[in-house]
């Protein structure tokens, strides 16, 4: 793709987050009489609206109607991203929200010439992520090898885009770090920026290969984990997506998909974004609760199961690395209590830990018990909520925590990293200096928890699970 079509898909996505993603086709009764008036004033000012519900299927209500539902809860209370139209259309769909936040939006502009590949305080790019890995490998070649793995929509398109890349870092010996699943160590998969804008997930990923690989030989938990473990971590899952939030600088674009814009290409123009989420794409339940068939939605789910490129690579990097131990097929069938490997996507800023299965709370997999205290203690740890995501959240299809434990039988959970504490690190693009400050002093401990029980995570029961220290 040229700058120059790039730069107008980053200005149509500033355009999508400040209309807050204007109710497309879905819901086409119910919305037949909403006010659409935008203008100018409207469309540079994002409003975050707090939204009270009743009834369960209130959160699907909203996603359905094309409403930009944030990964965020409090009690009943959901969080619409929108614009200052956007709480008249609420209140008149029969909910009553009220103004928590409201920004200004300038339109996009190039990445600034920042030689140290950084936006909005500190943020990495993804050039820099990637230079950030072949450092890593450059410098401690007996500890870490980059993989490349695929390429993303617009690479594969020839227009721009980038490889996929993953790290895997350990104390190598021989056959380490080879796409085998037959691995002698167990393996702890660490992936973000699937969704582009939670920012935040992308340095937590950072800071862990740097834990990882500084720390070794000093840190008696790190040296252990090393000699033992092989730690395998996708820093952008997004890359296309990360380009656009990139590009507005220090005022980042807030695009959630990725960039395939082959359904949908006037997204917009008249309110959503293009792309794909590809959090909603994956091929286990897909089409279920929490996504929208509709191409500029924020929880568009593709036009089929594992459509998107990013995900079919990550999905073909998955099976290369752990066996499909989970043999039947029905939602209750469990891995196998001797299976191996561990898996969290990170994303913000709900202040959870969530578990399979995601797609629907009131059923169950063959390994809930498992799940949930390996939930709990990471919830004890950081001081958030844990549970599946429609017990806290609300249900949502076609995700990867899902696929992975439903085709391989890999322990896998999602952590919302969020602010509990009120410590203003709160949103898709806090501070940057809340990272240092804050978010990782609250991560690492919750990482070095789970990849020390990669070995045997369904094994570990509420009693067995450590407290908190």
């Excluded at 070649?141 to 793995?149: E, F, H, K, R, W």
């Excluded at 089929?304 to 939602?331: I, K």
């Excluded at 001797?338 to 800023?349: E, K």
């Amino acid at each position: 793709m040229s700058r120059k079509r790039l730069a107008g898909i980053a200005a149509g996505a500033v355009v999508a987050v400040a209309a807050a993603t204007l109710p497309q086709a879905s819901l086409a009764v119910a919305r037949s009489n909403l006010p659409q008036t935008t203008n100018e004033a409207t469309q540079d000012t994002v409003v975050v609206y707090r939204v009270p519900t009743h009834r369960p299927q209130d959160a699907q209500t909203l996603m359905r109607a094309g409403y930009d539902l944030m990964e965020h809860r409090q009690g009943n209370d959901l969080f619409v991203l929108g614009d200052r139209t956007t709480g008249g259309q609420l209140r008149h769909l029969g909910f009553a929200p009220t103004v928590v936040k409201t920004a200004k939006r300038p339109a996009a502009r190039q990445l600034p010439g920042d030689s140290s590949g950084t936006y909005d305080g500190g943020y990495h790019t993804v050039d820099a992520n990637y230079a950030h890995m072949d450092q890593v490998a450059s410098q401690h070649p007996d500890l870490a090898t980059v993989v490349t793995y695929g390429q993303s929509w617009l690479k594969q398109n020839g227009m721009g885009g980038h490889d996929l890349k993953a790290i895997c870092v350990t104390k190598k010996q021989q056959g380490d770090c080879q796409l085998n699943p037959n691995s002698t160590k167990p393996r702890f998969f660490l992936m973000s920026q699937i969704h582009a804008r939670e920012i935040t997930t992308g340095e937590v990923s950072w800071r862990w290969i740097d834990e990882l690989t500084n720390d070794y030989g000093k840190d008696p938990d790190i040296t252990k984990l090393m000699d033992t473990t092989e730690m395998w971590v996708v820093p952008i899952a997004n890359p296309d997506g990360v380009d656009m939030v990139a590009q507005g600088g220090d005022n980042p674009v807030l695009q959630r998909k990725n960039a395939d814009d082959s359904n949908g290409s006037s997204c917009g123009q008249g309110g959503g974004q293009i792309g794909v989420d590809l959090n909603r794409n994956a091929g286990t339940h897909w089409g279920g609760a929490g996504t929208s068939d509709q191409p500029c939605d924020e929880v568009y789910l593709g036009p089929a199961a594992d459509s998107e490129v990013e995900n079919t690579a990550l999905e073909g990097l998955f099976r290369q690395l752990y066996p499909a131990v989970r043999t039947g097929t029905g939602d209750s069938d469990p891995a196998p209590a001797d299976a191996r490997g561990m898996m969290i996507t990170l994303h913000s800023d709900a202040s959870m830990v969530l578990f399979p299965w995601e797609f629907d709370s009131t059923v169950h997999t063959g390994n809930d018990a498992a799940l949930r205290a390996l939930a709990g203690q990471m919830g004890s740890i950081t001081g958030y909520q844990s549970g599946q995501a429609g017990e806290i959240l609300y249900n949502a299809s076609g995700g990867t925590d899902d696929w992975t434990y439903d085709k391989l039988g890999l322990a896998s959970f999602t952590i919302e990293i969020g602010d509990v504490d009120n410590r203003g690190c709160d949103g898709f693009t806090p501070p940057y200096s809340c990272q240092d400050s804050y978010f990782w002093p609250k991560m690492k401990p919750a990482l070095v928890y789970a990849a020390q029980h990669a070995a045997a995570p369904y094994q570990t029961t509420a009693s067995t699970a450590p407290r908190k220290r």
